[in-house]
C-alpha cells in the first residue's frame, strides 16, 4: 500500500485493462519496474472485490512476466451433525458416555491459478474425554464425489497428541473447480474422561499456501470449536415438609422408554467404562446416603427422558407415590 501511495504521488505511467475470464494482457512500452494494481473477485462472487497488488520487474531478457495475484483465502466451518446437536449452529452437543459424535467440516476447493504445489492440510484436535472412532469413519467428499485414502488424500493420526491431519494434494484439487465444496465427515466416542471435565472440546483449522512463488509461506484459518457434554444426574432425599433433613438408604432406579416402547434400566459398566441400558433385574440399585446423596451418582447421560423409580424407602417411611 505505501508503494502505491508513493507511485501515485510521482506521475507515474499507467495502463488499465480488464480481464477476461480470469486473465488479462497489459503492454508496456519498455523496460522497469512496474506495480500491478486492481481489484479481484476474491471469494468467488460472495464477499465482493479485494484489492491486489503485486510487484514486477521487465528487462531485456525477461520481457513478459505473468503475475499471480493471491487474493481468495480459503474458509473453514465446523459443526456437530446427527441425532446429539442441540441446534442447528451445531457448536454443541449432547452424548451419553459410549456414544459416537458425528462431526463435519466444510471448506471450498481454493483458487490455484499459478500453483503447483498447493499446500491443503485439515487440522483437527479433540480433549482427552474423545477419541477418534478410527480412519474408516472418515469420509472425504469434493462437489459430492468422495475420495479415496491415499490415492486421493492422506491423513496422519497421532493417539499422543489427539489429532490428525489430513491433506488434500493439489492433483486432486486439480480435478475440480474452484468453489467446490470439500467435506470431511466422522465420528468420535465420548469415553469415561468426560466424567470429570464440564465440557470437551474438538478444535479445526485449515492451513493452506499463501504465496504461489514459494512453497514455504501458509497461513491459517481461525480456529473452528464444537462442543460436547454428558449429563450426571444427583437427588437429595429428604423427609416431606423438612428440607433440612436428609434421609438415608432411600433406593431408586433410574429408567427409560427406548424409543420401540420397551422400558430400559441404567447400569454403568465400569469394566468397559460406559453407559448401558438393561433389564429391570439387572439395574443398577441408587443409594442415598446420610447426606441425602446418591452414593453412585447417575452420569454420563445423554439428553432426554429419564424416570427415577423409589424401591425402597428409608425406614419409617413410605415408597414415593410416582416416580419423579
Known amino acids: 500500500a505505501d508503494a502505491l501511495k508513493s507511485v501515485s504521488k510521482t506521475g507515474a505511467w499507467t495502463k488499465s485493462a480488464t480481464a477476461s475470464g480470469e486473465s488479462v494482457t497489459i ?18 462472487g460472495t464477499t465482493g472485490d479485494t484489492e491486489v497488488v503485486s510487484a514486477v520487474i521487465l528487462d531485456s531478457t525477461d520481457k513478459t512476466a505473468t503475475v499471480h495475484p493471491k487474493a481468495d483465502a480459503p474458509t473453514l466451518d465446523k459443526k456437530i451433525t446427527g441425532e446429539h446437536k442441540l441446534d442447528d449452529a451445531g457448536l454443541e452437543a449432547t452424548a451419553q458416555v459410549g456414544q459416537q459424535v ?7 476447493r481454493p483458487d490455484t491459478t499459478g500453483y503447483t504445489n498447493y499446500y491443503f492440510n485439515i487440522h483437527d484436535t479433540m480433549t482427552t474425554g474423545l477419541d477418534f472412532t478410527s480412519n474408516d469413519s ?18 496422519a493420526w497421532s493417539n499422543e497428541n489427539r489429532t490428525f491431519d489430513l491433506t488434500i494434494p493439489q492433483t486432486t484439487l486439480n480435478k475440480y473447480s474452484k468453489g467446490d465444496q470439500i467435506k470431511v465427515v466422522y465420528t468420535a466416542t465420548l469415553n469415561s474422561t468426560a466424567l470429570t471435565t464440564d465440557f470437551e472440546r474438538n478444535t479445526a483449522y485449515l492451513e493452506y499456501s499463501s504465496n504461489p512463488y514459494t512453497d514455504t509461506d501458509k497461513n491459517k484459518t481461525p480456529d473452528e470449536d464444537v462442543y460436547v457434554v454428558d449429563i450426571n444426574i444427583d437427588v437429595d432425599k429428604i423427609a416431606n415438609g423438612d428440607t433440612s433433613k436428609h434421609l438415608a438408604n432411600a433406593k431408586f432406579v433410574l ?5 420401540t416402547g420397551a422400558t430400559d434400566y441404567y447400569k454403568w459398566d465400569d469394566t468397559n467404562k460406559k453407559v448401558t441400558w438393561v433389564a429391570k433385574a439387572d439395574a443398577e440399585v441408587l443409594t442415598t446416603d446420610a447426606s441425602g446423596k446418591l452414593t453412585n451418582k447417575i452420569r454420563g447421560l445423554d439428553k432426554g427422558t429419564y424416570k427415577l423409580l423409589e424401591t425402597e424407602a428409608p425406614e419409617g417411611y413410605n415408597l414415593l407415590a410416582a416416580p419423579i
Open 255 to 259: 429408567y427409560r422408554n427406548d424409543g
Open 27 to 44: 503492454d508496456v512500452e519498455k523496460a522497469g519496474y512496474y506495480l500491478v494494481y486492481g481489484t479481484v473477485d476474491a471469494k468467488n
Open 102 to 108: 458425528e462431526f463435519t467440516i466444510t471448506s471450498v
Open 138 to 155: 472418515l469420509t472425504l467428499t469434493i462437489n459430492n464425489v468422495e475420495q479415496t485414502a491415499v490415492t486421493d488424500y492422506t491423513i
